[in-house]
């Protein structure tokens, strides 16, 4: 008897420690966040990180200036400096999946509210390590369900609570492609090399976390953390 309660007190205590590091991976973040628009954003811890877990909509910098929309195919593909769009140039995306961002705006580092800034490539990779690595960490972070994501949605279950969606991109011809079925995130780095940024994206097929770089004129989604 005396040796069954003690399996009983480890196990509980087993328990315990389980629900403890699944607390410190993933909590509910109540803080505030507002952009210059007054949008409110959703936070969440992952690990010793916080994140929004919505994309970024904001139009104008975090000094109140605002950030130029682009519209035209041509003008999109020529432009060297900072813009955004909707996709299909349409706000009914706005709430949503939020804007598509420039690397141009991107490398201006004043998108996201001050306290938060874009994440940078090393912060992704904390990030993907934390949920087991770039083959696996996918499906964590991905909405779970095919209400936005396109069929199969693989292994996707959003136990992070990150939330990734499918908001698609903006190529540099100016057309647009791919939501619902690929999200593409823009990361921050002051290296840069030809106008090129990294990125990483997560596709509908499978649970991997990809990462690329491509020149600043494609349109691209944007996640923020706080400093």
């Not at 940078?120 to 770039?134: C, H, P, R, S």
Request: net charge neutral; aromatic share 16%; proline share 2%.
């Amino acid at each position: 008897m005396e040796r069954f309660r003690k399996y009983i007190v480890f196990f509980h205590l087993v328990i315990l420690i389980v629900i403890s590091i699944e607390e410190n991976t993933t909590a509910q973040n109540l803080e505030a966040v507002v952009d210059q628009d007054g949008n409110n954003y959703k936070t969440i811890t992952i690990g010793n990180q916080i994140w929004m877990i919505e994309n970024l909509r904001t139009t104008k910098y975090n000094d109140g200036t605002i950030i130029p929309l682009v519209t035209d195919n041509r003008a999109w593909r020529i432009s060297s400096t900072p813009a955004y769009c909707w996709y299909n140039n349409d706000t009914i995306y706005k709430n949503l999946y939020g804007a598509l961002y420039n690397g141009y705006a991107v490398n201006t580092n004043k998108l996201c509210p001050k306290g938060w800034h874009i994440s940078t490539n090393a912060e992704w990779t904390t990030l993907i390590q934390i949920l087991g690595g770039k083959n696996i960490a996918g499906g964590k972070l991905k909405e779970s369900g095919t209400t936005h994501w396109k069929e199969p949605n693989s292994g996707a279950t959003n136990e992070s609570g990150f939330t990734a969606l499918p908001g698609g991109t903006r190529y540099n011809n100016g057309l647009f492609f791919s939501m619902g079925y690929i999200g593409y995130w823009w990361t921050f780095t002051e290296a840069n090399v030809f106008n090129n940024g990294w990125y990483r994206s997560m596709d509908f097929s499978n649970c991997s976390v990809y990462r690329n770089y491509i020149d600043f004129n494609n349109g691209f989604s944007v996640r923020c953390i706080k400093d």
